[in-house]
Nanobody, 115 residues
């Protein structure tokens, strides 16, 4: 019932910036958490940043000061502004929506940071 569609992935040079966007639709009313996880080759899917509907945010230590998560509750979107990108940021980035204890995932968008 919940659909998440990511966009904005691509190839960027180290030190560059990229903005990811996720649009949610379906049964998404009520209090929820939206955010971004990422999965690098050979690694587990890990938290990047999350944002509650009330505005609170949390970031992984590896991206603090470089990434900014933002929500637009009216549009049902969540964005991730990524600055000063590093090669180790290369991963598939997945949009997350958690509602009533259930997690929903997007299909992912690939971010490659390389010179």
């Amino acid at each position: 019932q919940v659909q998440l569609v990511e966009s904005g992935g691509g190839l960027v040079q180290p030190g560059g910036s990229l903005r990811l966007s996720c649009a949610a639709s379906g049964s998404i009313s009520g209090i929820n958490v939206m955010g971004w996880y990422r999965q690098a080759p050979g690694k587990e899917r890990d938290l990047v940043a999350i944002a509650a509907s009330a505005g609170g945010t949390n970031y992984a230590d590896s991206v603090k000061g470089r990434f900014t998560i933002s929500r637009d509750n009216a549009k049902n979107t969540v964005d991730l502004q990524m600055n000063r990108l590093k090669p180790e940021d290369t991963a598939v980035y997945y949009c997350l929506l958690q509602r009533t204890g259930i997690r929903y995932w997007g299909k992912g968008t690939l971010v490659t940071v390389s010179s």
